[in-house]
């Protein structure tokens, strides 16, 4: 039986490929939990473990780049994958193979919210003059987060309004989708993955969007603490934040009516309640979030 690795055509690698090409049939695949872009495949050798990401799906990002800057970031000493190499395999989809992170993480400790708001500061402290050669994207702001928004003309309008008063400033790297089901984690060790929307971007819209969704799929304790610790080390006024969180509100208000975030017993009176308590969401209707 040939390697699961063995008919991709390999364009970048590390040394562990190598190894791991020769070691062909000792190689056991496991079909793990598939997100909306990717197939996602567990690899294991006698020693370590592996994850094959494949992007079979509409989605095409620039597999490249993720793993021009997983590299980056895990020289850095950054919580991420270690990538191990990116190609094409037969059917034409981009793929991405590195180290395997653990599990999502499930239950939440003060020691563990406090620790992945650590991270997220961490990530937006990088300093990108040290990034090599890699083109680091930067995307119009509402073109990227909120595409075919112009076609619901209440989300438009009160973006239009919260852009007129707050000032993007698309200067570090930021996740773009930062949350604890992209954090995984294994022997006290917390790994950040899915880099897909890695980019220049607004850390405090980073924050801001992490901060939103623990408020709607974990509990509002939580979300202090994690606001609390994000904060120690990173100035940003009230008022800047509540404008940002209302970005990252209307951008779930959008996905929602699109089906594209999930939704539990309690999920549309939390998403009320972060309307009715921000200044900036008054024009939203709550019937048609």
């Not at 597999?63 to 270690?82: A, H, P, T």
């Not at 060790?189 to 924050?207: C, E, K, M, S």
């Not at 509002?220 to 934040?241: I, K, M, P």
Request: proline share 3%; net charge negative.
């Amino acid at each position: 039986m040939s390697s699961p690795l063995s008919n991709i055509e390999w364009i970048g690698k590390s040394e562990i490929l190598g190894d791991l090409l020769n070691e062909g049939a000792a190689l056991v695949t496991h079909s793990m939990d598939h997100g909306f872009e990717a197939e996602v495949i567990k690899i294991s050798s006698d020693t370590e473990s592996f994850v094959l990401k494949v992007w079979s799906k509409h989605s095409k990002p620039d597999v490249r780049f993720q793993y021009d800057l997983l590299n980056i970031f895990f020289e850095q000493g950054i919580s991420v994958s270690k990538p191990v190499g990116w190609g094409i395999n037969p059917n034409g989809d981009k793929v991405l193979l590195t180290s395997f992170g653990g599990m999502p993480v499930r239950k939440l400790n003060k020691r563990k919210v406090i620790e992945i708001a650590n991270i997220l500061s961490a990530i937006h402290r990088i300093d990108i003059e040290k990034n090599g050669n890699i083109n680091i994207p930067k995307y119009d702001f509402i073109d990227y987060f909120f595409p075919g928004v112009r076609e619901h003309e209440d989300i438009f309008n009160v973006l239009c309004s919260l852009a007129e008063i707050t000032v993007m400033k698309q200067e570090c790297i930021i996740h773009g989708d930062y949350h604890i089901g992209n954090i995984l984690e294994a022997n006290d060790r917390y790994t950040v993955i899915d880099w897909t929307n890695g980019q220049l971007g607004d850390p405090v819209y980073d924050f801001a969007w992490a901060l939103i969704l623990m408020k709607i799929y974990i509990s509002d304790r939580n979300a202090q603490l994690f606001s609390s610790a994000y904060l120690s080390g990173n100035s940003v006024e009230r008022e800047e934040l509540e404008a940002f969180e209302a970005l990252a509100c209307l951008r779930w208000i959008l996905l929602n009516r699109k089906g594209g975030v999930p939704i539990g017993p309690k999920t549309m009176d939390k998403v009320k309640s972060l309307i009715i308590n921000n200044r900036y969401l008054k024009e939203v209707k709550l019937m048609d979030i």
